[in-house]
């Protein structure tokens, strides 16, 4: 079978992890699960027969665009293409999870983006023809235009890209890794380890909305760092300090003072003072 098993695997849930994807488990489990490079890496992990080093490779990819938004339907990278595109061909080839994010930013930040905006732009097409269909009362022109259609477009610019990138890429990433300097090679794994850094930072940046947070963040990466805990002891740590903070700030005793203020006013006779 080769390639084509795996490459059929990662083409086909490129297109369930589609946002627009007729999936039974709607949204949820399309884009925001399928979708994801956790969940890549681990169904690329599977297609190949190396689930510890496809998990590895999601871990890697899904720190890079941990902060990914989508705001208005635009966005600076597609997700989707990346997971499955960028994961899939590093672990046809290397295995190497600075590779997988290296090569998921390149295969989501050009070719994806351009599929992308393609059905952005096609797609407006079809939603006037099911606008047209649902004033004329056709409801099979509806489903045909609105589910159908897209549908089978979806599929054409997701599987197909793909599939091909994976079942022919790999003899051409382990052409190009072999003929290139072995420096060039170590200039690309580097850079693919620092990207989960700069993925991680830009959430950062998203959610710190004080300069005094950092503390918080130091806190834990110096607890990981020379502890040694866990993540789920970690989980627990942080909730700690979260709430302790929250009392501490005083935000916690708000409500109850303007409870109380808000009860002696309304029992308070102004005649009397």
């Given at each position: ?11 086909l849930?490129?297109?369930f ?21 956790l ?40 997700i ?98 072999a ?9 690309i ?30 806190f ?54």
């Open positions: 079978m080769g390639m084509f098993f795996p490459a059929l695997i990662c083409g849930f490129c297109y992890g589609a946002i627009e994807s007729a999936n039974v488990l709607g949204t949820t489990g399309s884009f925001y699960c399928l979708g994801r490079p969940v890549a890496g681990l169904v690329c992990g599977i297609a190949f027969g190396n689930v510890e080093q496809g998990v590895l490779c999601g871990v890697a990819v899904q720190a890079v665009f941990i902060a990914n938004l989508s705001t208005g339907g635009a966005t600076n990278s597609e989707t293409y990346a997971s499955y595109g960028g994961i899939g061909l590093a672990m046809a080839t290397t295995h190497d999870p600075a590779v997988a994010a290296t090569l998921a930013v390149l295969v989501g930040n050009t070719f994806g983006l351009i599929f992308y905006n393609l059905r952005m732009a096609f797609y407006s097409v079809f939603n006037n023809k099911a606008y047209e269909a649902a004033e004329a009362g056709d409801t099979k022109g509806i489903n045909t235009w609105h589910l159908v259609i897209p549908n089978i477009c979806t599929f054409l610019l997701r599987f197909v890209p793909v599939f091909l990138a994976i079942y022919f890429g790999q003899g051409v990433v382990d052409g190009i890794l003929s290139v300097p072995e420096i060039v090679t170590h200039i794994q580097v850079l693919g380890g620092v990207l989960p850094a700069l993925g991680v930072g830009m959430l950062m940046n998203i959610v710190i909305k004080d300069s005094i947070q950092m503390v918080f963040f130091l834990g990466f110096v607890v990981c760092a020379f502890l040694g805990l866990g993540t789920i002891p970690m989980v627990f740590i942080a909730a700690v300090v979260a709430y302790l903070t929250y009392l501490a700030s005083g935000k916690g005793a708000a409500p109850d003072a303007a409870l109380a203020q808000s009860s002696d006013a309304a029992y308070e006779d102004p005649d009397l003072f």
